[in-house]
């Protein structure tokens, strides 16, 4: 599918598709809290993808008779967006977060919406513009704010872990996702991302079954389905769907930068659910993440290569 983005109506939709998908993908940081401890990574992966599939699939099942045949034949493309966009972000995360701070964590992730204008210049040649540098500086400063409390000390005293080079590739898997959505297969988005989830839920199902004999819990108990069924409905489903929605309107340069509200949603989060205390630095980081979306969003669509 060849979508380009809009203007008017359908932009400022795009725009509100990608601040909800934001906002969906940040609540995984809060139940991911609630629950994490109690749930094994990889069966917490394969049940999410599971029951995403199979609700997704009771809603949209006459348009998965339409659209097999498409996905048949663009199986790899399709095994393609569910690996980078499903099965390594949430396994290259996993890995990176055991071996790096979490402020180091949060710092490489805010290189996500760079990452997406360099795949669009590398794929397609899209230029990037100096707003769009701007907008992603201006953000990636207010991530820095909150992700070291506002404290310079902090910033100065990091250091290079082994985990940031897996968080790095983290980045770059997604935004690879994100720049080749404008190819992916033509068939109806509820399909394409039914048939995404599928596939990453047998590629999890390995490690879910080898996690199984490691000694891992059978079946999560109610609070943990509690737990899987909303990760599936909110953080999974919907998210996906609204980013999917807002990119091919947006386009990936300019929606990308979108990707820094899920740091502040998932604090204005905690703070409401969990009781955290909101500070000075998070005001001033939510100030800064906003102006650089604002000047990310004032940059005109720059022609490609043809």
């Not at 663009?74 to 990176?96: D, R």
């Not at 513009?129 to 506002?150: C, Y």
């Not at 988005?189 to 000694?215: C, T």
Request: aromatic share 10%.
């Amino acid at each position: 599918m060849n979508a380009s983005p809009l203007h008017g109506r359908a932009l400022w939709a795009g725009y509100a598709a990608l601040t909800a998908a934001s906002f969906c993908w940040s609540t995984n940081y809060v139940i991911g809290r609630m629950i994490g401890e109690t749930i094994p990574l990889m069966a917490l992966s394969f049940w999410r993808c599971m029951v995403a599939t199979l609700i997704l699939s009771a809603f949209v099942l006459p348009r998965l008779r339409t659209d097999w045949r498409v996905a048949l034949r663009n199986l790899p493309l399709l095994c393609f967006f569910s690996l980078t966009g499903v099965f390594l972000p949430t396994v290259l995360a996993f890995w990176g977060v055991r071996h790096t701070t979490a402020t180091n964590a949060v710092l490489v992730q805010a290189v996500g919406p760079l990452c997406i204008l360099i795949w669009t210049w590398i794929l397609w040649g899209e230029r990037i513009g100096l707003r769009q540098l701007g907008g992603i500086a201006l953000s990636f400063a207010g991530i820095a704010v909150l992700a070291s409390q506002g404290s310079l000390d902090v910033l100065l005293g990091l250091s290079i872990n082994p985990g940031d080079a897996l968080m790095i590739s983290t980045a770059l898997a997604y935004s690879a996702y994100t720049a080749m959505l404008r190819r992916r297969p033509t068939m109806h988005p509820h399909s394409f991302i039914a048939f995404s989830f599928a596939i990453a839920a047998l590629a999890f199902l390995p490690m879910y079954l080898w996690e199984l004999r490691a000694g891992g819990p059978a079946m999560p108990g109610p609070p943990q389905l509690a737990g899987i069924l909303f990760i599936a409905l909110v953080p999974t489903i919907g998210s996906f769907l609204c980013h999917t929605y807002g990119m091919e309107r947006v386009g990936a340069a300019r929606g990308g930068q979108f990707l820094n509200l899920i740091p502040p949603f998932g604090l204005a989060l905690a703070i409401l659910l969990l009781g955290e205390v909101p500070q000075l630095y998070h005001g001033a980081s939510a100030l800064l993440i906003a102006a650089g979306l604002v000047l990310g969003a004032l940059q005109k669509a720059r022609p490609a290569r043809a």
